[in-house]
């Protein structure tokens, strides 16, 4: 009777494992409830669904850039428009029948573009800029009080995903929108840029226009710097001095001038910091000078040990021998925000610096400006290429990861999922087994010892 008891207990314990496992695979769809229930299958499993969130996660990643990229593109066909409409203006201008008050008028309305473009240089989603370069958390154009507008980001685009383990670059930076080519220069070439130029290479890392070591001062032990006549000087504040024609002082672009002295046993000048003698008189004089040179900066904005030798070109602009190295491209970049204010000021009858200036002389600005405008119009156009050659990029990878996950689920499916139908025939086996087992432990309650002993 114990023995009969033991084993009753034992089937019915299996039939209800048979029943839980049966009623989890019907529940869940899936046939594991536990690795150990078949550890082949088990690591098959995991592999298929660490797949599968790797590519959603892939798919968000590309449908958020793609968005990004969309309002890019929109913005960029704003920016190409209102380029075109200062363009317009421009040529307007330049119309000998226009009136110095119509002139003016057309300055006003440029003002008006000019804030519309730097609202647009500063377009973010979901809070990034999509001008900004690698650093999309920081504004990319700052004004200052002059209304002056300067590029802080950088040329290097920001990765996203489109395959495990493949990357592509999103976007386009405010160096391929708002800067144009001034000049570009090729293997062992010389580059020729203005002072307000950006330089950056075929990597595009940023050469940026600085002092050299030592700095001199009125105190170091020789206050004075000697220097050649195609050396340009740079102050503590960035600002740039070039030898005059009569090789009798050094000026900057404001009209200030230091006076030098001439070695003629050697042919070079030398300016004395302790010493300085400034016109105008009471302006302010620089504490510090060196030589003028490029300096390379990486992708975080350090400084690297990478420098070129910048000397004074035609024009009294800068110009630097690239190096005689295959793949060798620079590019010295204008700012378009430039031109609009070099535009503005000659409708104004205004220099850079607010000074009044002739008819004829605005005249040359503008004839000089409309050239500048049709290059960043230009410039803007090819960024709007490429953003839309990186844009396709990742079309293509969208459609490529569509097809992978429903490529995943249905193998996913496949492996991990139960048979609905024989599950359905072994949950009636089992109903028909409990049935007879509890029937059989039915009859044996009714039995008493007599009877069980017969």
Known sequence: MIRSTSEMLFRLNNLNNEHQRITYQTSSTKVLQYGSDDANLFTRDIYLDDKLKVYEGIKLQIQKTTAQNNVADSTLKEIKNLLTYVKQEVIKA???TVDQEAKEAIAVNLRGVKENLYML????????FIYAGSNSMQKPFSMDDSGKVTYDGDGFLRKVAVEDGSYREKGITGFETFMYNSDVGFKGETLEFSKTDRIIDEDRFEWKLEGS?????????SSK??????DPLIDENGKVWTLNEGGTAIVD???NSLEVSLNSSTNTYSVDLANLNI??????????LSKAQLTKYDEEGNATKDIMQVKVGENNDLEVDLPDVDGTRFEAKGNTFDVLDKIINALELKDSDSNTITKD?????????????SEAFESANTGHAKLGGRNKVFEISLERVESKLTQF????????????TKLAVEAKALEVTYTALYSTINKMNELTLVNFVR
């Open 121 to 128: 240089a500063n377009e973010q989603v979901e809070g990034e």
């Open 225 to 230: 710097l000697s220097f050649n006549s195609k």
């Open 253 to 255: 672009d404001m009209g």
């Open 94 to 96: 330049s119309n000998g």
């Open 361 to 373: 002389e605005a005249d040359a600005e503008l004839s000089d400006a409309l050239e500048l405008i």
């Open 213 to 221: 070591s030592p700095i001199t001062t009125a105190s170091s032990s």
């Open 279 to 288: 016109t105008p008189a009471g302006s302010s004089a620089p504490t510090q």
């Open 409 to 420: 689920s249905i193998m996913s499916h496949e492996v991990g999922a139960a048979d609905l």
